[in-house]
């Protein structure tokens, strides 16, 4: 049985909100013409509000309705640090090159988690499954290799065209994989082919037949027991 996130609402709104807040404030300090530490926070947090929540539905919206979704969780509990640091430094005024470091790094894993996750919303054919696979892992190790860029402060031509190279192949597998996903429609054979959208709208069906099916028994239950009993012959 699949329960409705709790989480979907609170995001939606969140996003919603800071866009409209954010576009408001955008429109008055311009009109003001007036650009001071301040108004930089109050736009840059509207920023962060709505990337986090943005970053949220997507992990929301690749959960299945069965089993322990470790990566949309993962992806959710990696948006909501990776946010309170950065509002955190916003507004403190944080100077410190480690916390900075840090807060960068655990940005750039939490995107790559919600790139992940997205990708895992195409409905591949089980001839094309190993292409996510791999591209998940080249991804995630693509996010690894630029965090260790920013805390060793390493600046080498070598690993610079490593990062080159190696954003050609995720933009390469980010674009394959939804071809693929065209691809495998033509396999609908089975239900195998199935993604999480798919799944859970199903389980949702299946949820609902039930409830449907025992408000029946009920009602039957109800009228039987309502009816005069049958005169003996």
């Known amino acids: 049985m699949s329960h409705p996130s709790k989480l979907k609402k609170p995001l939606l709104y969140g ?81 410190s090159e480690m916390y900075w470091k840090t807060t960068t790094c655990l940005s750039i894993l939490a995107v790559t988690t919600v790139h992940v996750c997205l990708l895992s919303i195409a409905k591949l054919a089980s001839r094309f ?21 920013i805390l060793g402060e390493i600046d080498s031509s070598a690993v610079w065209r490593l990062i080159a190279a190696m954003s050609i ?17 033509l396999d609908r054979k089975s239900t195998a082919v199935l993604g999480p959208i798919d799944q859970r709208n199903i389980a949702s069906i299946d949820e609902e037949i039930e409830r449907l099916k025992n408000r029946i028994a009920e009602l039957e239950l109800l009228k039987s027991s309502s009816l005069p009993p049958n005169p003996q012959t």
């Open 15 to 95: 996003l919603i909100g800071s866009v409209l807040f954010g576009a408001v404030l955008g429109i008055f300090f311009v009109l003001r013409n007036t650009w001071s530490w301040f108004e930089l926070q109050v736009v840059m947090t509207t920023v962060v509000i709505a990337a986090a929540s943005l970053c949220g539905l997507a992990c929301d919206m690749t959960r299945t309705p069965h089993g322990r979704n470790l990566l949309p969780s993962a992806g959710l509990i990696l948006t909501g640090i990776a946010a309170a640091l950065l509002l955190f430094g916003i507004w403190t005024t944080n100077d």
């Open 129 to 149: 499954r190993w292409v996510y696979f791999i591209g998940s892992q080249i991804i995630f190790g693509y996010s690894l290799v630029l965090c260790g860029v």
């Open 169 to 185: 192949v995720v933009a390469a597998v980010s674009l394959v994989i939804p071809i693929l996903h065209r691809i495998s429609k």
